[in-house]
């Protein structure tokens, strides 16, 4: 018989009309998923040891709690991303500290005038309406107030307030504290008037003073180890780690460079941000060299750099085509940094292996180049190659596509050499027929923007038998992948 079936048989004595219906490969392809890591109020759901689906932006306060950090995280995905298929992972410090920080107001009530303080806590505007002659302790008054109001109005307010006592004789001042037991809440931003509008409104001889240091004494961090330990097995497009410990963003690289190998391909990219200047920025990511790590430095901004992960992982998730560069994309409820990074800041950072962003003249803050922290290769020796996170995805589309395409037509054939012609219906590879099916699939990439130099490939592809084992097959593909439109240098000259 010279047709393969799979389920009809070669002696049928009663005789019919027994038809076979095979699928000659799947069709379309898998959806992005994403994972989130975030920390979790106690009145939160998620779950602490396996990855949790979310469905909607409402189930981020059910599963970490209104007012929380992991909540605002999960939030930022999914606005940036609402198609992507997103999953979560919570955390609770065995020792977690709330973070706190200290207001203190003075007012004259003979001079004070009416007016609203603008403060933003983690990037929440809350407006405080202070009444004219109101003395200091009745502005700290309002300020609590307007705090805890805002906190039930608005669940993305991540702290509560109370007035305190301190010192003798007794000082009195406004207790801002985080909802969440964690490191991550130092880094809520407080400050005054971040729109030039804001110092307008703002009442006259009032002096509201933010401690220096902001938010702090928060404490309790993720542990790497337990968060790898409860995805084993389980692959991710996508993850997006909370903060920038070195030694967690180690373990997670030497983790996904284990997931990227041949024998697991559960290919993956981790997504951080970094707070402060170029400086602090770049000193987070000197010690690590990593092809799937990317790191952004969030400035200045009144936006938590966990937010701003969260969101730059999802804006890079959305977009379809793995090549193409993600330049002025905007990072949607991320707010601009007031210092803005110039081209110099910028360089020094993508040298140091940060990822950069710029800001339009709209007050958007934009992806200006995305890449990993990889610099070095294994000699030490300065490598480009896997700079571009782009290059990256390229690579796992390629492989993917190259994988489907080839477990979905021979699935079940037999391999031999090209010495003969087989029927057409026979199930059986041959060295031949993988090198017109590598060739036919190529095209296909070509057609979608993603390699290029075809003849290069025909003639550099190897398709043989294996020696050893000759129920194996060894092919090596040498593609080039398109390259980036980010830079265009021109010499113009021009005579008299």
Same mark, same amino acid.
């Given at each position: 018989?010279?047709i ?11 005789g ?14 898998? =959806? ?6 975030v920390p979790k ?7 602490t040891?396996?990855? =949790? ?17 992991g909540?605002?995280m ?22 977690g500290?709330?973070a ?10 003979a001079?004070s ?6 403060l ?7 407006p405080?309406?202070?009444?004219a002659?109101?003395?200091? *302790? ?13 906190a039930i ?14 010192g003798?004789?007794?000082v ?18 407080l400050?005054?008037?971040y729109?030039a ?8 001889n ?10 702090a ?11 790898i ?6 692959p ?20 996904l460079?284990?997931?990227?190998g041949p =024998?697991v ?29 990317t790191?952004?430095g ?5 936006t ?28 949607p ?13 910028r ?9 950069t962003?710029t800001?339009?003249a709209?007050?958007r ?23 571009e ?5 390229t ?5 993917r596509?190259?994988?489907t ?8 054939h ?7 012609d087989?029927?057409?219906g ?18 296909e ?28 097959? *060894? ?18 000259e021009?005579?008299?």
């Amino acid at each position: 018989m010279s047709i393969s079936f799979d389920a009809i048989p070669d002696d049928i004595i009663e005789g019919g009309i027994y038809t076979e219906v095979r699928s000659t490969g799947p069709k379309g392809g898998a =959806q992005h998923r994403a994972l989130v890591v975030v920390p979790k109020l106690a009145s939160g759901t998620l779950s602490t040891s396996a990855p =949790q689906r979310v469905f909607s932006p409402g189930d981020a306060y059910r599963l970490c709690g209104k007012n929380s950090i992991g909540a605002a995280m999960i939030r930022a995905f999914m606005a940036a991303a609402p198609n992507v298929e997103l999953y979560a992972i919570g955390f609770v410090p065995a020792a977690g500290v709330a973070a706190n920080c200290s207001l203190t107001a003075t007012a004259d009530a003979a001079t004070s005038g009416g007016g609203t303080i603008a403060l933003y806590i983690g990037g929440v505007r809350v407006p405080v309406v202070v009444e004219a002659g109101l003395e200091g *302790d009745g502005v700290e008054a309002a300020i609590v107030a307007a705090i805890n109001l805002a906190a039930i109005d608005n669940p993305r307010l991540l702290v509560t307030a109370e007035v305190v006592q301190t010192g003798e004789p007794a000082v009195k001042s406004v207790k801002v504290t985080s909802k969440d037991t964690c490191a991550l809440a130092n880094s809520i931003d407080l400050r005054l008037n971040y729109y030039a509008s804001d110092s307008r409104a703002a009442p006259k001889n009032v002096v509201v003073t933010i401690a220096p240091t902001g938010m702090a004494t928060g404490a309790g961090v993720a542990d790497a180890d337990t968060i790898i330990a409860a995805i084993a097995g389980i692959p991710f497009d996508t993850i997006v780690w909370p903060d920038d410990a070195e030694a967690a963003l180690k373990a997670w690289s030497d983790e996904l460079d284990s997931r990227f190998g041949p =024998q697991v391909q559960h290919d993956g990219h981790l997504f951080a941000a970094v707070e402060g200047d170029v400086a602090a920025a770049t000193t987070a990511a000197a010690g690590l060299n990593g092809k799937h790590l990317t790191l952004i430095g969030s400035g200045d901004s009144p936006t938590m750099p966990c937010v701003w992960a969260a969101t730059l992982a999802a804006v890079d998730a959305a977009e379809p085509d793995p090549a193409r560069p993600r330049r002025t994309l905007p990072l949607p409820g991320v707010l601009a940094p007031p210092t803005i990074w110039d081209n110099a800041d910028r360089r020094s950072a993508l040298w140091g292996g940060i990822s950069t962003w710029t800001v339009d003249a709209g007050g958007r803050v934009l992806v200006d180049r995305l890449i990993t922290t990889y610099r070095k290769n294994a000699d030490g020796i300065p490598d480009s190659s896997y700079r571009e996170v782009t290059t990256l995805r390229t690579i796992t589309s390629l492989r993917r596509r190259w994988n489907t395409r080839i477990q979905g037509r021979f699935p079940r054939h037999k391999l031999a050499d090209d010495g003969v012609d087989y029927p057409p219906g026979q199930d059986v590879v041959q060295p031949k027929t993988i090198r017109a099916e590598s060739i036919a699939l190529h095209r296909e990439w070509e057609q979608d923007g993603l390699v290029q130099n075809p003849k290069a490939f025909a003639e550099n592809l190897i398709v043989e038998r294996n020696l050893q084992d000759r129920n194996r097959l *060894d092919v090596r593909m040498r593609v080039t992948i398109v390259g980036k439109f980010l830079t265009l240098a021109t010499l113009l000259e021009f005579e008299h």
